[in-house]
């Protein structure tokens, strides 16, 4: 099997796009990354596209065959891919074994989705399709419930407080202050958002006890990375970044259906599979970008992805482990909570922060030393999950 690394990535600031079409703001993000790379468009073999919502929002669909024209890549192989919110990070693994496996030599893979076309109630509907239509979606249960819903388990089941859902908010705020493509870029204050009776006015209540800083900002957005043989990696690039661990798994679509909801046995599968695959243990991980479409999310997934014991994730947080700066940290890029989620896009957006950190690219959001990253993309509600494991040595 041959090993795949990354030679190239581009983004887009996230936000609002109304000047660009889908296809235009995909190819805004392609056209980085090939240039990030010192690569022609002759070389690419395949492009997969990563969308979940461009039928419905945008009303265009054969959208990767028509990014491939618009970039020049003809005749390269098209495909686009709908995995949920994890269609990002699955586009990944396809694109990885196309290239392992000795199919293509070097493919594209490109996230793009404008969620800000239609209202946030529009959104919020088109994503709930993604809870089980007969035992949880015809009964209103959206995917800001069903957060809700593990927040209060796991507080019940492991005395995690309020303040420590604002303490994830509170420290991706501060990164994304320092990400040039966030969508939120403003520091927020425990005293502004968690205590009464700020709280009430400046944090409103979204499904309890989440609010509405635990929650990410609906997004447009697109990235890219552009990935290769890695026999061939330094015709493109000085600094290649080497993809040696990947997983997939899925859990029960219905939440109900789980033993104990408070534990996302896909994000253990999955990353289980990406560590041994990789070689490597959670301790030989440098940081991680980790999917805080809510802000439970990044301290439970914490936890099932085997970087804390059950239960203490929120622990770890309180004592600064996970902040830019300390001992392991987790979204230095401000993650969902100040990037923000296009939702097909959040998996190749996590591989693209990661390839810049680990090629001493990332600016004022540089970690010191990043030899290794682990990233974790959530799809529906931990229905279908994919890992990745990045280093910067092969």
């Known amino acids: 099997m041959e090993k795949v690394a990354i030679v190239g990535q581009g983004m887009v600031k996230f936000g609002k796009h109304t000047e660009k079409s889908f296809v235009d703001l995909a190819a805004k993000a392609s056209l980085r990354a090939l240039e990030n790379s010192r690569m022609s468009e002759k070389n690419i073999d395949a492009l997969y596209l990563s969308s979940l919502f461009a039928g ?76 089980h239509p007969e035992a949880e979606y015809v009964h209103g249960v959206t995917l800001p419930s069903l957060a809700g819903m593990l927040a209060r388990l796991y507080m019940h089941k492991y005395g995690m407080e309020r303040k420590h859902l604002s303490m994830v908010s509170v420290k991706n705020q501060k ?67 080497f993809l040696s661990g990947i997983g997939q798994a899925t859990d029960t679509l219905a939440v109900h259906e789980r033993v104990d909801p408070t534990i996302l046995n896909s994000v253990r599968e999955a990353s289980k599979q990406a560590f041994a695959m990789a070689k490597l243990t959670p301790k030989d991980i440098s940081f991680a970008e980790l999917h805080d479409a809510f802000s439970i999310l990044e301290i439970v997934e914490s936890e099932d992805a085997g970087f804390f014991e059950k239960g203490t994730g929120f622990k770890a947080l309180e004592q600064g482990i996970t902040q830019k700066d300390g001992a392991f940290p987790i979204n230095p890029s401000g993650g969902l909570k100040a990037r923000g989620h296009p939702v097909g896009v959040t998996g190749v957006a996590q591989a693209c922060e990661i390839t810049k950190q680990l090629q001493g690219e990332a600016g004022e959001m540089q970690i010191k030393n990043a030899q290794s990253a682990y990233c974790c993309n959530f799809g529906g509600f931990g229905n279908n999950v994919t890992a990745l494991i990045m280093k910067r040595k092969n």
């Open 175 to 241: 990164n994304g202050c320092k990400n040039p493509f966030a969508h939120v870029q403003q520091e927020i204050t425990m005293e502004g958002i968690c205590f009464e009776p700020e709280s009430e006015i400046n944090n409103p209540l979204v499904a309890d006890p989440l609010r509405l800083y635990d929650c990410c900002p609906v997004s447009d957005g697109s990235a890219s990375i552009i990935l290769c043989n890695a026999e061939r990696a330094k015709e493109f690039t000085d600094t290649p970044v």
């Open 56 to 131: 419905e929002l945008n009303h265009q669909v054969g959208t990767a065959s028509a990014l491939v024209d618009t970039l020049g890549l003809l005749p390269c192989a098209a495909n686009r891919i709908e995995n949920g919110n994890a269609a990002g990070g699955r586009a990944i693994r396809e694109a990885y074994m196309a290239i392992a496996s000795g199919v293509h030599d070097i493919v594209m893979v490109t996230g793009c989705d404008k969620m800000r076309q239609v209202s946030n109630a529009t959104v919020t509907d088109y994503v709930a399709t993604m809870a």
